[in-house]
């Protein structure tokens, strides 16, 4: 069985998103430019149906970490949020087909945690939406039955990570400081007295558009 | 004239003090584990009176940082909570003399921010204290004459900080990422629709006990 992995973007004042999302500016204002590094990647670029993109020694190292990232995850799990935006029951969901087009960039089972049931949808190239309703240590099992030996990635949003934190059940972390400041948003650490794991630093990748810094997670 | 620079060790999510401080613990539940990786280094020993210590190499890098960041140091500008914890009137502080025992660290001038007027104090050692009670410009101006060509260091809390950051007088900051999760506490970086600066990646120096994200601020 693979691990449980989470890698997202945060700015270093801990924001995952910026403030005001709406269903056009879903990561909310000057959001983008948390993902700016990932866009001029060509492993993220050929994933996501956008040929071209050029690496330099400057994002080497981003790229090759994105690419084995991928390469070695075989189910993703994510909140409803980070699927369409909306939470209510299906029906009321503006944006009920979510984000990620016909061709989503997956390619493999992605679990989408909700409250309100749904069909399955399969998709082109490869991914498969699956909806689960019973919670995230049920989302977890399935995913890893889909991914086998590969590891299941968590797709976020924020408060998802954060439950499967608090639940123990993260081994590795990455965590992509980009150099920007929002001041406001969305934190990716919400103030909690629930007690949290201990972290082992294994890995800092400094490129000068982000930091990744990699935990291994000592649950 | 030198720069305002600014080093501080933060929690991965994004604390400098843990919660429930006291005047016994004032650092807050765990915020002692945002220092350990310093109390080792023979630099910080020094300066701090206490001899011994020991460079591995797992530590140099961060040892030379601390001994060069002193080194550069002329003059250090602090919030009256780093200096004794109070906030009224002096003759109301229960700890009016401070943390910082009859030899301080410094070895300079230390300009501690307060709305209540005090002599200024010497003590053992060069560190004299200056008690600036017209605001973070007249302490800046100040600490900068009283620093000659070299550096003027913010020495705290996270509020004095966050204060010179909107005002756009910080040249360069020094984030020592821990690898630990508080959970809840003091945060470096409060929530602020005030427009923040922008920042450029300096470097990144990787130890296993903390991560030393150097920024040059774009003011």
Redesign the interface.
């Known amino acids: 069985m693979g691990k449980l992995t989470f890698s997202i973007a945060m700015s270093?004042?801990?924001f995952v998103a910026g403030?005001d999302a709406t269903l056009e500016e879903p990561l909310g204002r000057r959001g983008e430019e948390l993902h700016e590094w990932v866009l001029a990647l060509p492993g993220w670029r050929e994933a996501h149906g956008r040929p071209g993109g050029e690496v330099t020694e400057a994002t080497k190292a981003s790229d090759d970490l994105l690419v084995e990232a991928m390469r070695a995850t075989g189910a993703t799990i994510m909140g409803r949020r980070m699927f369409s935006g909306g939470s209510g029951p299906w029906a009321d969901d503006p944006n009920p087909d979510g984000w990620w087009g016909d061709t989503p960039p997956f390619g493999h089972a992605v679990f989408v945690l909700t409250n309100h049931e749904r069909q399955s949808q399969q998709m082109e190239g490869g991914t498969t939406f699956h909806f689960v309703t019973d919670g995230i240590e049920s989302a977890l099992e399935q995913a890893q039955a889909a991914a086998g030996d590969k590891n299941v990635g968590i797709g976020g949003g924020a408060d998802v990570a954060q439950q499967y934190?608090r639940a123990r059940l993260i081994d590795e972390m990455t965590?992509n400081?980009v150099?920007?400041?929002?001041?406001?948003g969305v934190?990716?650490?919400d103030?909690?007295?629930?007690?949290?794991?201990?972290?082992?630093?294994t890995?800092?990748i400094?490129t000068?558009?982000v930091?990744h810094?990699q935990?291994r997670v000592l649950n």
Chains 1, 2 share one sequence.
């Open positions: 270093l004042d801990g403030p934190l965590i400081v150099p920007i400041l929002l001041g406001d934190r990716l650490f103030r909690t007295r629930d007690g949290l794991p201990a972290l082992e630093l890995g800092a400094d000068p558009a930091t810094l935990y």
